[in-house]
């Protein structure tokens, strides 16, 4: 079985995450031979607790390690397009978090770029590859709920102390930051399909990103999605998926189930147990997105059908118009 080797770019709460995840998987599968940091002294205090062998006090160095796979990449948002250009134009394979950039141009010049240094690019919609997502899309092709009428998602939680998710120049506001996993969960519903119309509506911080907001989306054949997301409080984080012959579920944690109704009987999807302590909730789930990327890489994909270039192409495609709507301008959009 080959091994995937990869260089994990970013010594923060997510990148640990990622790393403890990855321990949850066989190790002659997946193993962690380098870490890169702006900081060498934090690459190396992370790759002591995490027993990597090789610490880079540069993003450049990481890039230049011969003997790395395939990167992920968990730097904050604004840092996604000029990281991931970095690693592709060395010929590395990315697993960037999400979102995947900043807006629309930024998504078509990484997609740009990985098509030309012929690499694999995946955005990190970990929550795609769950058991229960799986078991979502198995059910939807079976037409087991019969036709799809209305989705509703919701993600709120507490985090105007968080810098990261109110400063507008690190890539804060409700929407890029977790209403993402609502848009992507009612993509995924509608394989694919583009919404004829979004509506969106909210209000922002004084910082200039949105605390809150509401996303409608209508489709074809008088379908609809409704998404609402928070940074100021915390809501039940439900998904629902009703059709003409049932309905699904998702009863907590949209972003990352780990059980699922279905017409009211509940079935559970348990996580391994981390061998470190977590930043995130039911991280070691994202075990399941590097399974995909060691899938595609063995079978020669340059991108997963499950979380296709299109895909994220569509989902930014969506936040940008929400955002256009609600008034929130980042400086990318200009640029």
Known sequence: MMSIRWGICSAGRISHDFTVALKTLPPEQHQVVAVGARDLTHAQEFAQKHGIPRAYGSYEELANDPEIDVVYVGTIHPHHLSVGVLFMNSKKNVLCEKPLAMNLKEVRELIATAKKNDVFLMEAVWTRFFP?????????????????????????????????????????????????????????????????????????????????????LMFSGHRMAVCTCTISTDLPNEAIIVGTKGTIKIPAHMWCPTSLMVNGVETQYPLPEPDLPLNFTNSTGMRYEAEEVRHCLITGLKESPCMSHADSALLVEIMDEARRQVGVVYSQDSQ
């Open 132 to 216: 229960a997502s799986a078991e979502i899309r198995r059910l939807l092709s079976r037409d087991e709920v019969g036709e799809v009428k209305l989705v509703r998602a919701d993600f709120g939680a507490s985090l105007m102390h968080v810098s990261r998710a109110v400063e507008k120049h690190l890539g804060g506001g409700a929407l890029i930051d977790i209403g993402i996993y609502c848009l992507q969960f009612v993509l995924m519903v509608f394989n694919g399909e583009k919404p004829e119309r979004v509506q969106a509506t909210g209000f922002c911080l004084d910082t200039g990103v949105d605390e809150a907001m509401i996303v409608t």
